[in-house]
C-alpha cells in the first residue's frame, strides 16, 4: 500500500460527538444524561428543554454527523482509503458503548478517534476520553475484545478547519449592505465554560501569556488572528475582532468566560459599530447552540438594536475538512509506524500533541480518561 494511504496500524475511524435528540419525547432523557450526577430536578430539564421545543424537539447535530459521516466515506474511498467508518455519541443514539461493541463484533482491534470538538478543555477534550474509558470498561466486564484506541489531536489551527471559516466570513461580509460592511467588526464566538476550567485547559506550556483562559481561550484567540489576517489579505479591509462567548450555563456565582455575545453586541452598537459578523469559530457544525443562542437570541438582540448582523457558517461537512480528518489519521498512522510526517498548522501555536500529557485539562474529580499519557488499560486483545 502506497505510504501516503497507509492507515496501519489503525483498522478503524471513530467519529465520536456529543449527541442530540430526535424528537420531543427525546429531550428530557437526554438532559438527564447530559446532566448525569448533578442532582439538576426533572422540571428544570424541562424549562431548559424549551430550546429544543423551539425546534420541534429535534437538534440539528445527529444529522450533521449522518453528513460528515458520509463526506468522510466519500472522501475516503477517493483517496483510496479503506478504512471503515463507524459514528457514536457521548448522550444520545448511536452510543458509543453500542458502537464500540459493533466495532469489536466487527473485528476492529486498533480504533482512531475524532471528537467533534477541536479545542483543548476539559468538556472539549477529556470528558470525551474518559467517556472512552467508560466504554472500554464495559465493554471489559462483558468479555468482550478491548481494542486501542487512540484519540487523534486537536485540529483548531488544522488548514482544512480554519479555511473554510475563512470563507465563512467572507460571505457573511459579502452579504451585509454595502454600506456598512468595510466598518464591520467581527465577533469570534465559542462556548463560554467556567473559568477555573478555562485556566486549567491544556499545559502551563499551552497557556496564553498571562496565564489566564489556559490553552482553550489561547487557541480560540491563534485561530480568531488567523481568520481575521486572511480576510484582511483577501478584502484589503482590516475588520477590528473580539473573541466572545456563547451558551453559558452555570450556577450565577460562578465565573465563566465573558463577554457574551448578546452583551458584545449592545456594547458594539453603543459604540457606533455599524455592523457584526458572528463567527462561531468554536463550533464544528450548526447545531442547537448555534441555532439558538447564535441565529435566534443574538439575531433577535441585534434586531432590537437596529444593529446589522450576519452569522457565518461553521464547517460541518464541508469536504476540505474531510480532507482533513484523513490528513490526520494517516499522520497519525505514521507517527505509530515510527515515521516523522508533516503535521499542518496554520498560526502561531503549531501542531498540538498526538497524546494529552498527565495533567492536562484536569477533571473536577479525578476518573480515568483513554487515549492518554495517563490511561493504564486495559489494553487491547488479540482477535475474538
Given at each position: ?94 452510543y458509543l458503548t ?199 437570541e443574538a439575531t433577535?438582540k441585534a434586531a ?81
Amino acid at each position: 500500500m502506497p505510504e501516503q494511504r497507509d492507515p496501519r496500524p489503525y483498522d478503524a475511524l471513530l467519529l465520536l460527538s456529543f449527541g442530540g435528540p430526535e424528537g420531543p419525547d427525546d429531550v428530557v432523557p437526554f438532559l438527564e444524561n447530559v446532566t448525569r450526577g448533578r442532582g439538576i430536578p426533572r422540571e428544570r430539564l424541562k424549562e431548559v428543554g424549551q430550546h429544543y421545543f423551539l425546534f420541534g424537539g429535534v437538534s440539528p447535530i445527529n444529522a450533521q454527523n449522518r453528513e460528515l459521516l458520509d463526506a468522510l466515506r466519500k472522501d475516503f474511498a477517493e483517496n483510496g482509503l479503506e478504512l471503515p467508518v463507524y459514528w457514536g455519541n457521548r448522550n444520545w443514539a448511536p452510543y458509543l458503548t453500542d458502537t464500540l461493541r459493533q466495532m469489536v463484533g466487527d473485528g476492529h482491534r486498533r480504533i482512531a478517534v475524532l471528537a467533534t470538538s477541536a479545542y483543548a478543555s476539559y468538556s472539549g477534550c477529556r470528558q470525551y476520553r474518559e467517556n472512552l474509558a467508560d466504554a472500554l470498561a464495559a465493554l471489559q466486564a462483558e468479555g468482550l475484545p478491548v481494542p486501542q484506541v487512540d484519540k487523534l489531536r486537536h485540529y483548531f489551527n488544522h488548514p482544512g478547519f480554519v479555511r473554510p471559516m475563512v470563507d465563512g466570513v467572507l460571505a457573511s461580509l459579502a452579504v451585509l449592505p454595502e454600506g456598512v460592511r468595510d466598518g464591520a467588526h467581527l465577533a469570534f464566538t465559542t462556548h463560554s465554560i467556567p473559568t477555573a476550567a478555562a485556566d486549567t485547559s491544556g499545559t502551563p506550556e499551552d497557556h496564553t501569556e498571562g496565564g489566564e483562559g489556559g490553552a482553550y481561550v489561547a487557541q480560540h484567540l491563534d485561530v480568531a488572528r488567523v481568520i481575521a489576517d486572511a480576510v484582511r489579505a483577501e478584502t484589503g479591509v482590516d475588520h477590528p475582532w473580539q473573541l466572545v462567548y456563547q451558551s453559558r450555563s452555570g450556577a450565577p456565582h460562578i465565573p465563566w468566560l465573558e463577554p457574551d455575545i448578546c452583551d458584545h453586541l449592545e456594547e458594539r452598537h453603543a459604540a457606533g459599530v455599524p455592523a457584526v459578523v458572528m463567527a462561531p469559530i468554536g463550533f464544528v457544525s450548526d447545531h442547537m447552540e448555534v441555532k439558538y443562542d447564535l441565529d435566534t437570541e443574538a439575531t433577535a438582540k441585534a434586531a432590537e438594536l437596529g444593529l446589522p448582523v450576519a452569522r457565518s457558517a461553521t464547517v460541518g461537512a464541508d469536504p476540505r475538512f474531510a480532507a482533513a480528518v484523513r490528513e490526520l489519521l494517516l499522520e497519525r498512522a505514521a507517527t505509530e509506524r515510527g515515521h516523522t510526517p508533516e503535521r499542518c498548522a496554520l498560526g502561531a501555536l503549531g501542531p498540538s500533541h498526538d497524546l494529552c500529557p498527565v495533567g492536562c485539562c484536569p477533571a473536577r474529580t479525578p476518573r480515568p480518561a483513554a487515549a492518554g499519557a495517563d490511561w493504564p488499560g486495559p489494553v487491547a486483545q488479540g482477535p475474538a
